[in-house]
């Protein structure tokens, strides 16, 4: 399984960026992929997570209303739309695919995540 991640970039306070992560050897007909971020000198911290056969999302609650999770199955890729961006958004975003249908109390943890894919930076400037 390979995870490529890509869309990341400089944008200005209150605009906007969509990253895609590209799933290889991975099936959308089961499982969860997920964005987390890292910040410099912080813990990677879950952003949000989708269903792939569902498409159930979830968001953490300090992008809920900003971010929108999508993925289209075809081409096994999950799309990060993020509007409104603040400064507090630059970090380093990884997307990761977990083999199971996480639910809201799962979804944030790292360790439910089998894969990992590399990083794409995300620097909003003020």
């Known amino acids: 399984v390979q995870l490529q991640a890509s869309g990341g970039g400089l944008v200005q306070t209150g605009g906007s960026l969509r990253l895609s992560c590209a799933a290889s050897?991975?099936?959308?007909?089961?499982?969860?992929i997920t964005w987390f971020r890292q910040a410099p000198g912080k813990e990677r911290e879950a952003v949000s997570c989708?269903?792939?056969?569902?498409?159930?999302?979830y968001y953490d609650v300090a992008v809920k209303g900003r971010f929108s999770l999508s993925r289209d199955n075809a081409k096994n890729t999950v799309y990060l739309q993020m509007n409104s961006l603040k400064p507090e958004d630059t970090a380093v975003y990884y997307c990761?695919?977990?083999?199971?249908?996480?639910?809201?109390?799962?979804?944030?943890?790292?360790?439910?995540?089998?894969?990992w894919g590399q990083g794409t930076l995300v620097t909003v400037s003020s």
């Open positions: 990761a695919a977990s083999r199971w249908n996480l639910i809201s109390s799962t979804w944030h943890i790292r360790t439910n995540y089998d894969y």
């Open positions: 050897g991975f099936t959308f007909d089961y499982g969860s």
């Open positions: 989708i269903r792939t056969r569902s498409g159930i999302t």
